[in-house]
């Protein structure tokens, strides 16, 4: 009907129709529902249509049998309400229920095949905000505004329906100011769009604030950060609050200001209906009936007025759901699978930009890797050894350039095939909150057999400490691996990758929790591991990857060395300087023979 504001109505069309499509399998419930408030609702008119009988014609006419049904009607139209209401909640709470389930269920999974960028660009706090309070909003949201909808506005025109019955003449009157409040409340309602979308995100940020310290309170602790921390979540709890406190000011004026026009509406009727003395055809009791009616009117009419602001703030919310459901998965477009990879791996032109306005981290690499083969990168922090690992796996797909294992394009293959190939370990070990037998038959390797686990865990110098555990290989490790430390939690994923028995193994700083004494024992278990592996070796301390195969030495995302470790330590290049300084900085580390200390030219 209004002509302006195309983009904003036409969004919020998309969104309800999306909506409506989680209510549709569960329609018949739904429908129900719709049952139980048309009945609701068609009980109403009954209040103002038993006035009349009681207050038409002399007191001796009245009907003695009429009069004493009154209390069983009355206690009967409640009898219907209270079954109606229930059958019109309890179901469409259910269907409610349901889609919050269904629309949680598919985030979750969306979510899973998210690509590690999504990860990047989105805070903990606000991914789990759209799982919880967002959600949560849609569902409420929807069933208040189906409810109003639906029961409200059949009771509203069930009542006008008796009104135009008892009088036209005063319904017309009725009608004629109908509409003034109707614009009113429009003007009211149009301001919840923009401060509910700006609610949400600040609920995010809360949620993010809070899930750092409860992430990085040790860190809050050990620097006394908490008077920062408690000064950024009072500046977002206070943004927070004053913008509820504006919906909550459009929706307390909104609410008066309609209950005032319809007061004022009533006083215009019964003030036009005695003026109109002549009219000798109205009866007490049809003018009575009428105001009842009138005044039944109110409360449904004023919640109708408040349904737009209610579908408004689910619209809102339910587009930030739909904007997670609408991000892209990872591609997952390869058909090809490889059973068992020989293991080759062939870097291609490779070229990788995180955020443009940072420019390339992988400046067109070149590099092939043997099936087999074991080689360490090496270099600086920030020189691109972890994203050369994470682009094996495709957490990331390069900008420009090729990954190739045993010939074949990463991408042509299906991701869970090219996962299969792959165990990897990282420095951050990620434990779930279960068992540790659990944790290291992990994923594809669930159904191990627990001795299987038992001879990782040995091979991973970790069955000691966890036969010295409460429950051996039962017991859980608490959230996030919290009860161990982080030696015993890296030893566990050197067993997680060990039972994967994948042909390619990247370890990207996968010793680096361990002291050297732990170090040296899992050195042994890890060239075992890598023996008929191809094998990616990122590791800070050089005295780790000198038995590698190769060494790569990267620069700023350029190979600028490549060989075994004797050879490039006679080069005295890059990599014979990156060594010495090891030397001089960490005097304590292994002690074995090491032919190159003679080298060392301050010794
Ligand atoms: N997820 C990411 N998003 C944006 N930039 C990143 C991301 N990961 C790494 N980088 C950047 O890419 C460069 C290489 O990082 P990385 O491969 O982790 O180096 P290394 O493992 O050698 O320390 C760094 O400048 C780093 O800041
Ligand atoms: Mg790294």
């Keep these: 009907m209004t002509a302006a504001v195309p983009a904003e109505v036409?969004?919020?069309?998309?969104?309800?129709?999306r909506l409506i499509g989680y209510v549709k399998p569960y329609w018949r419930m739904f429908a129900l529902s719709i049952v139980g408030m048309l009945v609701f609702a068609a009980t109403e008119p009954l209040f103002a249509a038993m006035i009349k009988p009681l207050l038409d014609g002399s007191f001796v006419d009245r009907d003695p049998d009429l009069v004493r049904l009154m209390p069983v009607v009355l206690v009967?139209?409640?009898?219907?309400?209270?079954?109606?209401?229930?059958?019109?909640?309890?179901?469409?709470?259910?269907?409610?229920?349901?889609?919050?389930?269904?629309?949680?269920?598919?985030?979750?999974?969306?979510?899973?095949?998210?690509?590690?960028?999504?990860?990047?660009?989105?805070?903990?706090?606000?991914?789990?905000?759209?799982?919880?309070?967002?959600?949560?909003?849609?569902?409420?949201?929807?069933?208040?505004?189906?409810?109003?909808?639906?029961?409200d506005g059949f009771t509203a025109i069930a009542l006008l329906a008796y009104m135009l019955y008892l009088d036209a003449a005063l319904s017309a009157i009725f009608l004629l100011?109908?509409?003034?409040m109707a614009f009113s409340i429009k003007y009211a309602t149009k301001r919840f769009r923009r401060y509910g979308k700006r609610i949400q995100e600040r609920v995010g940020s809360l949620t993010h604030v809070a899930q750092e310290v409860i992430d990085g309170h040790r860190v809050v602790k050990a620097?006394?950060?908490?008077?920062?921390?408690?000064?950024?979540?009072?500046?977002?709890n206070e943004k927070t609050r004053s913008l509820q406190m504006k919906v909550i000011a459009v929706e307390s004026v909104s609410v008066p200001l309609v209950q005032l026009l319809s007061a004022v509406a009533i006083g215009v009727i019964v003030y036009l209906s005695t003026l109109q003395g002549m009219r000798e055809d109205i009866t007490v009791g049809t003018f009575m009936s009428f105001v009842v009616a009138m005044?039944?009117?109110?409360?449904?009419?004023?919640?109708?007025?408040?349904?737009?602001?209610?579908?408004?703030?689910?619209?809102?919310?339910?587009?930030?759901?739909?904007?997670?459901?609408?991000?892209?998965?990872?591609?997952?477009?390869?058909?090809?699978?490889?059973?068992?990879?020989?293991?080759?791996?062939?870097?291609?032109?490779?070229?990788?930009?995180?955020?443009?306005?940072?420019?390339?981290?992988?400046?067109?690499?070149?590099?092939?890797?043997?099936?087999?083969?074991?080689?360490?990168?090496?270099?600086?922090?920030g020189s691109g050894k972890s994203t050369l690992a994470n682009l094996l796996p495709r957490f990331y797909d390069p900008t420009e350039g090729r990954i190739l294992i045993d010939g074949i394009d990463i991408r042509e293959l299906t991701l869970a095939s090219l996962r299969a190939q792959?165990?990897?370990?990282?420095?951050?070990?990620?434990?779930?909150?279960?068992?540790?037998?659990?944790?290291?038959?992990?994923?594809?390797?669930?159904?191990?057999?627990?001795?299987?686990?038992?001879?990782?865990?040995?091979?991973?110098?970790?069955?000691?400490?966890?036969?010295?555990?409460?429950?051996?290989?039962?017991?859980?490790?608490?959230?996030?691996?919290?009860?161990?430390?982080?030696?015993?939690?890296?030893?566990?994923?050197?067993?997680r990758a060990m039972l994967k028995d994948a042909p390619i193994l990247i370890l990207d700083e996968a010793t680096s929790a361990l002291d050297t004494e732990a170090e040296r024992h899992i050195q042994a278990a890890l060239?075992?591991?890598?023996?008929?592996?191809?094998?990616?070796?990122?590791?800070?301390?050089?005295?780790?990857?000198?038995?590698?195969?190769?060494?790569?030495?990267?620069?700023?995302?350029?190979?600028?060395?490549?060989?075994?470790?004797?050879?490039?330590?006679?080069?005295?290049g890059y990599y014979a300087r990156l060594h010495r300084l090891q030397f001089h900085d960490t005097p304590a580390p292994a002690v074995q023979s090491r032919p190159a200390d003679a080298a060392g030219p301050r010794a």
């Excluded at 036409?10 to 129709?17: C, D, H, L, M, R």
């Excluded at 979750?108 to 909003?137: C, M, W």
């Excluded at 038995?547 to 330590?569: K, M, N």
């Design 10 to 17: 036409f969004s919020g069309k998309e969104t309800y129709k």
């Design 76 to 151: 009967g139209i409640f009898a219907v309400r209270g079954v109606a209401g229930f059958v019109n909640t309890y179901c469409l709470k259910w269907v409610g229920r349901r889609v919050v389930a269904d629309l949680r269920q598919e985030m979750f999974d969306h979510l899973l095949r998210s690509p590690t960028r999504y990860y990047d660009a989105h805070g903990t706090g606000q991914i789990l905000a759209k799982l919880t309070y967002n959600v949560e909003n849609v569902a409420s949201a929807a069933t208040s505004a189906v409810t109003t909808l639906v029961r």
């Design 177 to 180: 100011i109908g509409p003034v």
């Design 223 to 236: 620097f006394g950060g908490e008077g920062r921390e408690s000064a950024e979540f009072s500046r977002i």
């Design 295 to 381: 005044g039944l009117m109110l409360p449904p009419v004023k919640r109708l007025t408040a349904v737009n602001s209610q579908l408004q703030r689910g619209i809102v919310a339910a587009d930030s759901l739909f904007e997670l459901l609408d991000t892209e998965t990872e591609s997952d477009v390869g058909t090809r699978t490889l059973a068992r990879a020989e293991g080759r791996i062939e870097y291609r032109g490779l070229k990788h930009v995180y955020d443009p306005t940072k420019g390339a981290v992988i400046h067109g690499l070149d590099l092939v890797i043997e099936r087999g083969q074991s080689v360490a990168l090496v270099g600086r922090s």
């Design 422 to 495: 792959i165990s990897l370990v990282t420095q951050d070990v990620v434990l779930f909150n279960d068992s540790v037998a659990n944790n290291i038959a992990y994923g594809q390797t669930a159904d191990a057999p627990r001795a299987e686990i038992e001879r990782v865990a040995e091979a991973a110098h970790a069955l000691d400490f966890i036969r010295a555990l409460p429950d051996g290989f039962d017991t859980l490790v608490g959230d996030r691996g919290v009860l161990l430390s982080g030696g015993q939690r890296q030893r566990l994923a050197i067993a």
């Design 527 to 572: 060239a075992a591991l890598m023996k008929h592996r191809t094998t990616l070796v990122i590791a800070h301390r050089l005295s780790t990857i000198e038995h590698v195969d190769r060494i790569v030495v990267l620069d700023a995302g350029r190979v600028v060395e490549e060989g075994p470790h004797g050879e490039l330590l006679a080069k005295g």
